[in-house]
């Protein structure tokens, strides 16, 4: 089962980005609403990838993406703000908008998690 962590301070998207990934056959890690927390479970947990708001608490989640990206851990920014507010090293990640489409938040979140194809080199 997909380990994915989620990093959300409002407690009923939190809580219901959950629900919909567990709908659809994934471990929820956190949810995690504080970004020393946040930092902790990107750390130490075996995470097959991450859904990160923005924001957390009126601070921002760049070291979280630092220490996600360092360990080969694929991630969605989940946010109300637009690409502008993405970390700047990270401006090209992937984005889904709140509100949200469940069905879209599951197609990128399934899309993260793809190899990317081997190309045949002659």
Not at 92 to 108: A, H, M, Y
């Amino acid at each position: 089962m997909p380990r994915i962590l989620v990093v959300e301070d409002e407690s009923m998207i939190a809580l219901y980005i959950a629900e919909i990934l567990e709908d659809h056959g994934f471990k929820v890690v956190g949810p995690v609403a504080t970004l020393s927390g946040a930092i902790a479970l990107a750390r130490r947990e075996r995470l097959d990838g991450a859904l990160l708001d923005v924001n957390i608490l009126g601070g921002r989640v760049d070291n979280v993406a630092e220490i996600l990206n360092r360990r080969g851990v694929p991630f969605i920014f989940v946010t109300s703000n637009g690409r502008d507010d993405l970390p700047e090293r990270f401006t090209n990640t992937t984005l889904v908008g709140k509100p949200f489409n469940p069905s879209n938040l599951i197609r990128e979140i399934k899309l993260i998690r793809q190899p990317s194809p081997v190309v045949a080199q002659n």
